[in-house]
């Protein structure tokens, strides 16, 4: 059994900077692909940033030079490091592992004021 536990979300005000944590334990045999997905109201769940188990980087074009995605030396935690924040950037934040099933965070929320 594998949990995934986000944190750090809260409210800010535009251009302001958010970090987020997410970290992985139990049974994890091997490096996990890890992902920072959000959903805002009303639309669907969308990738923001993935670091994958060989250490490559995908972001979304909407967050490209603002978020930076990395991970610590025991690999199981991803931090998302986030400036510049707009108002768009407004949601609920997941943090997924992949281990071949895919586990997924309880989500955090993230509130950018303007």
């Known amino acids: 059994q594998v949990h995934v536990v986000e944190s750090g979300g809260g409210l800010v005000q535009a251009g302001g900077s958010l970090r987020l944590s997410c970290t992985a334990s139990g049974i994890i045999i091997s490096i996990p692909g890890m992902g920072w997905y959000r959903q805002a109201p009303g639309n669907e769940r969308e990738l923001v940033a993935l670091i994958r188990s060989s250490g490559t980087i995908t972001y979304a074009e909407s967050v490209k030079g603002r978020f930076t995605i990395s991970r610590d030396n025991a690999k199981t935690t991803a931090i998302l490091q986030m400036n510049s924040l707009k108002p768009e950037d407004t949601a609920v934040y997941y943090c997924?592992?992949?281990?071949?099933?895919?586990?997924w965070g309880q989500g955090t929320q993230v509130t950018v004021s303007s």
């Open positions: 997924a592992a992949f281990l071949g099933t895919t586990y």
